[in-house]
């Protein structure tokens, strides 16, 4: 079962404007994480926050979260070509935190 | 280089062939887990391992099988009864710290085709 659904599913913009994605979870958790993926390739960590913060920061890129609306969104300041890739999100189970629940991805595309 | 590894990057299968899918990690992680990818779809999770000689199922395990006899290593073996494998498989670990989750470190990946 996938627990976080992303939207939008695909997302393109031009360099230097910013990209928001938006992930909707259905079950409490513990915290939720965001991952991206370039095309053919691993997942790479990019940010953790816990169910007790709000906002957080890494660089250029803000994650907000709120359990009451369960959902999260991760912002993407001044992109650039090289941000091109899928972005996912991925929360804990509600009862078991040894595991993660993937959501559907969204795909975004950075113009030059 | 630290690092978790996963072989080979591509993969052919014939129907009705069992094959078996390499990940190593050299990150001292307890935790090890198997994913499948779909196009443009997200992850789920086949199998998962805390510790060496345990492992759990995930939401898709049926027609895989995995074993846990080192700590580096948890290799995923896609048998015959799998009826749709192909896909790209991701292999990841954590470490695992008591009443903490952490973040998933991820292998490159192994795209199988069956032909």
Redesign the interface.
């Known amino acids: 079962?996938?627990q976080?659904e992303e939207d939008p599913q695909a997302l393109s913009i031009q360099e230097g404007e910013n990209a928001t994605m938006n992930c909707s979870y259905k079950t409490s958790i513990?915290?939720l994480?965001w991952y991206r993926q370039n095309s053919?390739?691993?997942?790479?960590?990019l940010i953790?926050i816990r169910s007790n913060e709000r906002e957080k920061h890494s660089g250029r890129l803000r994650v907000t979260l709120d359990t009451s609306k369960k959902s999260s969104s991760l912002l993407i300041t001044a992109s650039r070509a090289a941000d091109t890739a899928s972005y996912?999100c991925a929360t804990?189970g509600p009862y078991n935190?040894?595991?993660?629940?993937?959501?559907?991805?969204t795909?975004l595309q950075v113009f030059p | 280089d630290g690092g978790i590894t996963q072989s080979p990057k591509y993969l052919f299968r014939k129907e009705g062939q069992n094959v078996t899918l390499s990940c190593e990690q050299n990150l001292n992680h307890d935790a090890m887990y198997w994913y499948r990818q779909d196009p443009g779809q997200g992850l789920r999770l086949i199998y998962y391992s805390q510790i060496v000689n345990d492992f759990q199922k995930g939401d898709i395990a049926e027609g895989y099988s995995v074993s846990r006899e080192k700590k580096e290593s948890f290799p995923l073996t896609v048998t015959s009864a799998q009826k749709n494998p192909t896909a790209f498989y991701l292999c990841a670990s954590s470490i695992r710290t008591s009443g903490t989750y952490n973040e998933q470190f991820f292998g490159p990946g192994t795209r199988l085709t069956v032909l």
């Open positions: 079962s996938q976080g513990n915290n994480q053919g390739r691993g997942l790479v960590h953790l996912f804990d935190t040894d595991k993660l629940i993937f959501g559907t991805g795909r």
